[in-house]
Every structure is written in C-alpha cells, then in structure tokens.
C-alpha cells in the first residue's frame, strides 16, 4: 500500500533562518506531488506541484521554493522565512495520469518567531 | 480562475441531526472530492465522486456530484460528536491537473 512521509511534524525557526521540510512516498511510482500552506486552521492554498522529476509550478510569488531531486520525493525550503511563513504545511500526493483523489500526509507545522 | 465556494464558513447543528453542505464553482469539474480535517492532521478523504449524476455513500455519508460538473454536495446523517471537524470540498479539471480546494467548513455538533 502507499504511504506518505512528511517531517518535521513541528518545527520552530527564527525570522531569517533557512527552511528544508521533506516529504517521501512509498508503494507508488510517478506520482503528482503537492505543497499546500493552511494558515489558521482554514483554507488549503497551493503553492507547489509537480508532475515529475524536476518539473515544479509554482502557484503563488512568494519566500519559498520546491524541489523535486527524486520520483517520490518533494522537498520545500526558504533560504530566509519570514514571520508570514508561518502555518501548516501538508504535502500530497496522487497517481500521474488518473483523475483520482490526493492523499495527504500529517502535516508540519512551522511557526517563524 | 478556478475556484470553488463553500459557505457558510462555520456550521453548528445539535447531535442526531443532519447536515448539507454544498460546493459550487464557476468551471466545470471532472473529479469532485470531499475530505475531512481533524485538528492538527492532514485532510483525510471521505468520499471520491468521477462522473456526473453520481451517488456515492461511506456509512453515514452520501455525496453527489452535479449534474452539471460545476457543484456537489455532502450529507451526514445522524450526527455523531466525532463529526466535528473540517469539511473540504476538492475538484479536478484533469488527470494531473491541480487539485483545487474550497474554503471548508467547521462543523461544531452539540451533545
């Protein structure tokens, strides 16, 4: 069966900091794979997403960036977080070429002090 | 843009009860999904719908997806405490097409 990684689950980081969080998914090749922010317990944005090694749309201008060094994994960093970085940020994965659902993972939660 | 509505933000009903919510949206949808948030987790799907008219159940929960592609909706029956949570409705325009989520709803049930 699939499963997906995500960590840290939280994480406190100082304005100015650098920012790496991971996700990996197993049991499944060739995913599309998501970043979403959630900020204050409501609304899921989208800020990367990817349909293959190397391939990322961004959706938003904003601090961050996404990479995609390896099939099943999705690496989202900031060379400097700002305080309006701060929320909860769940990566997700789905099958390529399916009009199927997205599975999340539990989420990091990133508070920039 | 695509966007889908979800209204009202916050929802409270006594437990028992039913409960509607509704997704709307402007764009055509070819796959509509609803999700459930718990308090600090991931949203976790309950019910995946991939053709117009459809009718889906999972226990207590019955979803459909429009006629016209462009709304969908999710009944709970009976409402139980462990309810609670946030309501996310999600639509896909193509297979590796974005997922596009509403705003969610909270839903608070009263013992």
């Known amino acids: 069966s699939q499963t997906i990684h995500q960590w840290p689950a939280t994480l406190v980081q100082p304005v100015g900091s650098p920012l790496s969080l991971e996700c990996t998914v197993e049991g499944t090749s060739n995913p599309n794979l998501y970043w979403y922010r959630q900020a204050a317990g409501r609304g899921l944005q989208l800020l990367f997403y990817?349909?293959?090694?190397?391939?990322i749309s961004s959706e938003v201008p904003q601090n961050l960036s996404a990479s995609r060094p390896q099939d099943r994994q999705f690496i989202l960093s900031s060379k400097k977080l700002l305080l309006s970085d701060s929320g909860f940020y769940l990566c997700?994965?789905?099958?390529?070429?399916?009009?199927?659902?997205?599975?999340f993972g539990q989420g990091t939660r990133l508070t920039v002090v | 843009g695509q966007q889908l509505n979800q209204s009202p933000q916050s929802m409270f009903i006594q437990e028992g009860e039913d409960v509607s919510m509704n997704c709307t949206s402007s764009s055509i949808f070819n796959t509509w999904l609803w999700y459930k948030q718990d308090p600090g987790e991931g949203p976790v799907l309950l019910i995946a719908?991939?053709?117009?008219?459809e009718l889906t159940s999972n226990g207590r929960l019955t979803a459909q997806f429009g006629i016209t592609r462009k709304d969908s909706f999710l009944n709970i029956s009976a409402s139980i405490p462990s309810d609670v949570g946030i309501y996310f409705c999600a639509g896909r325009i193509g297979a590796n097409s974005k997922l596009t989520f509403g705003k969610g709803i909270t839903l608070s049930v009263r013992p």
């Open positions: 719908l991939y053709k117009a008219g």
């Open positions: 990817s349909v293959g090694i190397g391939q």
């Open positions: 997700a994965w789905s099958l390529r070429d399916r009009l199927t659902e997205a599975f």
